[in-house]
Every structure is written in structure tokens, then in C-alpha cells.
T-cell receptor, first 112, second 116 residues
Framework: QKEVEQNSGPLSVPEGAIASLNCTYSDRGSQSFFWYRQYSGKSPELIMSIYSNGDKEDGRFTAQLNKASQYVSLLIRDSQPSDSATYLC????????????FGAGTQVVVTP | DTAVSQTPKYLVTQMGNDKSIKCEQNLGHDTMYWYKQDSKKFLKIMFSYNNKELIINETVPNRFSPKSPDKAHLNLHINSLELGDSAVYFC???????????????FGPGTRLTVL
């Protein structure tokens, strides 16, 4: 079983709709969770971090964390063509000095 | 103005050669990382340094040797390059990587290594 799992996609989303991305992780003790956006040929860029159960909103992005169910999700509201990218979920291993495990990423395609 | 920089951006070389990639960050972060992203886009941690000290070494072949002369720099030297080493290598840095709620990473632009 992979430690961090994401649907690879592509997830096709009409412009203006909500894109919903999911991520599950295996290590129950994990406490730090991150979403990165990676455009083709570019480096990952941090969108959001979340550490507590519940929702965290930043502009059009909302991260949701449920530690009991071991999943973290990302909602993109009012999706724009510029949101077309691969979204990487990252989980920091517990009791570690910076050991991060990344999912394989979900490709999002926003269609006009 | 660049936060995390890497050189070179592209590296094309023959099998068996030795090459180095350099990374520098001006964010004042304590922790730096090397990641490898293969053709399937999977991002895998290779090494992590905190204040010049190696803290993570993820079963990477010993042909790969990182070196951190100071906390703002982390270099990667690769000996006897193999075809399977072809990938994009990313450097990243973060602050507070040891805290449970911490470790937001900032990535460099990447070095695309092609071994022929």
C-alpha cells in the first residue's frame, strides 16, 4: 500500500465549477499536510498547509482534514483555466525531521 | 530576489560521468532537501539537511553524495552516472521542519538530468 494516495486523474472540470481532490495517507500519527500545485515543466508551489481537523480556506482554495479517516482534500472554487495543473498532496511523517511523503499527484484540467 | 535557486537547469551527460548540482536558498531556512522526480512525476525525497547536518538519507545509492557547506547551500554530487539517474532533481528548503505543525517547503526550479 502506498503511503500517500491520490487519484491520478485527469480530473476534468468546467470553468467556474468546483474541483474536488482527495488524498489518503497510511500513517495515523501524521500531523502536517500540504497541497502543492505543479505546472508542467515547473517546480511544485505550495498552495496550502493544514494541521488541524476541519476546514481551512485561502481565497478560492479550501483544504479539509479528517485525521480519524486519514484523508485530506482540496477544493478549488470557481475553477479557472489557470488552475490546470497537477496537484500534489504531501504528508510529513510523524516524529521526523522533515521526512515528507508525496502522492503521485492529481492532474486537473479546467475546460473553458 | 530568487528564493531557492539551482544550477544548472539542464544537464546532459554520458553514462559513467560524474556531475554536480548546486542549490542555494536566501530564505533563512534551517532545512534543505533534495528530491528526485521521475518520468511518472512521482516526487521522492532523497536527502534532508538541517543546519548543515544530514538528517534524512532515504536509501539512495552511495553514488549520490550531498554536501552542505553552510545552511544556505546544499549541493549534490553524483558519481558514475547511470541511465536510471535521468530525472528532474529538485532542491527545497523549509523552516521548522522538526515541529509537528511545520515544514512548508519552497522548491527550486529543478535540474533536468539526462544520462545518455
Amino acid at each position: 500500500q502506498k503511503e500517500v494516495e491520490q487519484n491520478s486523474g485527469p480530473l476534468s472540470v468546467p470553468e467556474g465549477a468546483i474541483a474536488s481532490l482527495n488524498c489518503t495517507y497510511s500513517d495515523r500519527g501524521s500531523q502536517s499536510f500540504f497541497w502543492y500545485r505543479q505546472y508542467s515543466g515547473k517546480s511544485p508551489e505550495l498552495i496550502m498547509s493544514i494541521y488541524s481537523n476541519g476546514d481551512k480556506e485561502d481565497g478560492r482554495f479550501t483544504a479539509q482534514l479528517n485525521k480519524a479517516s486519514q484523508y485530506v482534500s482540496l477544493l478549488i472554487r470557481d475553477s479557472q483555466p489557470s488552475d490546470s495543473a497537477t496537484y500534489l498532496c504531501a504528508v510529513k511523517a510523524p516524529d521526523s525531521w522533515g521526512k515528507f511523503q508525496f502522492g503521485a499527484g492529481t492532474q486537473v484540467v479546467v475546460t473553458p | 530576489d530568487t528564493a531557492v535557486s539551482q544550477t544548472p537547469k539542464y544537464l546532459v551527460t554520458q553514462m559513467g560521468n560524474d556531475k554536480s548540482i548546486k542549490c542555494e536558498q536566501n530564505l533563512g531556512h534551517d532545512t534543505m532537501y533534495w528530491y528526485k522526480q521521475d518520468s511518472k512525476k512521482f516526487l521522492k525525497i532523497m536527502f534532508s539537511y538541517n543546519n548543515k547536518e544530514l538528517i534524512i538519507n532515504e536509501t539512495v545509492p552511495n553514488r549520490f553524495s550531498p554536501k552542505s557547506p553552510d545552511k544556505a547551500h546544499l549541493n549534490l554530487h553524483i558519481n558514475s552516472l547511470e541511465l536510471g539517474d535521468s530525472a528532474v532533481y529538485f532542491c527545497a528548503s523549509s523552516q521548522a521542519s522538526w515541529e509537528p505543525a511545520g515544514g512548508e517547503q519552497f522548491f527550486g526550479p529543478g535540474t533536468r538530468l539526462t544520462v545518455l
